[in-house]
């Protein structure tokens, strides 16, 4: 077994079966183990700005995450997901590291679980505002 290897890209620079490897996983997580109803292909993959942070392991995407730029220069961590196996090793950390990284002294947010924040708080993440239901889950806003 391999190496995880760490990646980056707008989509314009990535191949087919990347953008399909990316988008399967989304779908398996958020559509298929979660229940979710939203549109997960949602028009913002393909906005200039947006970038895919991703990890795998000998062509297999074990984990994602796209980075969007909002009206305000803001930038917001989503769609977060991370292969059922491959979760608890630190690589949806890895990319949240990243994407961190990448937005310098830029503000971040990313919306996350309520369960999730002690996690998020690990990357200098806090909390920005009320908790709120959506697809279900009570999540919060957080802020970098």
Same mark, same amino acid.
């Given at each position: 077994?391999? *190496? !995880?290897? %760490?990646? %980056?890209? /707008?989509?314009? $620079?990535?191949?087919?079966?990347?953008? %399909?490897? @990316? +988008?399967?996983?989304?779908?398996? &997580?958020?559509? &298929?183990?979660?229940?979710?109803? /939203? +549109?997960? =292909?949602?028009g913002r993959d393909t906005e200039p700005s947006s970038v895919h942070l991703w990890a795998e392991?000998?062509?297999?995407?074990?984990?994602? !995450?796209?980075? !969007?730029?909002?009206?305000?220069?803001? @930038?917001? =961590?989503?769609?977060?997901?991370?292969?059922?196996?491959?979760?608890?090793?630190?690589?949806?950390?890895?990319?949240?590291?990243?994407? &961190? *990284?990448?937005?310098?002294?830029?503000? +971040? +947010?990313?919306d996350v679980p309520t369960a999730l924040e002690p996690w998020a708080e690990r990357f200098g993440? !806090?909390?920005?505002? $009320?908790?709120? =239901?959506?697809?279900?889950?009570?999540?919060?806003?957080?802020?970098h």
């Open positions: 077994m391999g *190496k !995880v290897s %760490y990646r %980056y890209a /707008h989509i314009e $620079d990535l191949d087919a079966p990347t953008i %399909y490897a @990316l +988008l399967r996983l989304r779908q398996e &997580v958020f559509i &298929v183990e979660w229940g979710s109803s /939203h +549109l997960d =292909i949602d392991r000998d062509g297999d995407v074990l984990a994602a !995450v796209r980075v !969007v730029q909002e009206s305000d220069d803001t @930038l917001r =961590i989503e769609r977060l997901a991370t292969r059922f196996g491959a979760r608890g090793r630190g690589i949806a950390g890895r990319l949240l590291d990243y994407a &961190v *990284k990448m937005a310098g002294e830029r503000r +971040l +947010l990313i993440f !806090v909390r920005a505002g $009320d908790p709120f =239901i959506a697809e279900g889950v009570q999540q919060v806003t957080m802020m």
